[in-house]
């Protein structure tokens, strides 16, 4: 076996984790939440064409629409950058402010970042986005360390940059990694 396998297993294992993390804490959280990160204040969402197209309502082409968002015409909450759409400051147009939900919750046109945020695996860690009231960090390492078992520990490290960041890595106990 490479040893590519064992790190995706891992990196599966804890993606599974995170996901299930957010359905059993985060999820329910929402429509009490005092800062809905769907109203777009402080995180950006990244949109295909097609999201776009669907939740503004357009009806016309993707030229035509970038044409207009370049010249200043288009949803000023919307800028373009490499082939994807940007959107913040102004509350997603899935998100139903009466209801405190998502319109599109649990189907294929939800943007991968609503689904990811604000836990998720990345690089064989899982990252925690404390902007969240939901999240609760020691709660998460508590059940990354039950889904991995006692052969792995957890090690916590905050970006320097945004320190409400937290990637929670795991090490193998009694290897020392290699820097």
């Not at 809905?36 to 995180?43: A, S």
């Not at 960090?137 to 052969?151: F, M």
Request: aromatic content about 8%.
């Amino acid at each position: 076996m490479s040893t590519r396998e064992p790190r995706r297993l891992l990196a599966q294992e804890l993606a599974a984790t995170a996901a299930a993390y957010q359905d059993a804490a985060v999820i329910p959280h929402c429509p009490t939440c005092a800062k809905p990160c769907c109203r777009l204040d402080k995180l950006v969402l990244e949109l295909e064409w097609k999201q776009v197209k669907v939740f503004w309502r357009l009806d016309e082409s993707r030229e035509a629409f970038d044409r207009r968002l370049a010249s200043g015409q288009g949803p000023q909450e919307i800028r373009e950058g490499n082939g994807l759409y940007y959107v913040h400051s102004k509350p997603c147009p899935a998100y139903d402010e009466a209801g405190r939900s998502c319109r599109v919750y649990g189907q294929e046109i939800k943007p991968l970042g609503c689904s990811d945020f604000p836990v998720y695996e990345d690089r064989g860690g899982v990252l925690a986005d404390l902007r969240c009231e939901a999240v609760d960090i020691e709660a998460l390492a508590d059940w990354l360390a039950k889904a991995i078992g006692p052969e792995w520990r957890i090690v916590r490290s905050a970006d320097e940059e945004f320190p409400f960041l937290v990637t929670l890595a795991v090490r193998k106990i009694g290897k020392r990694s290699r820097s």
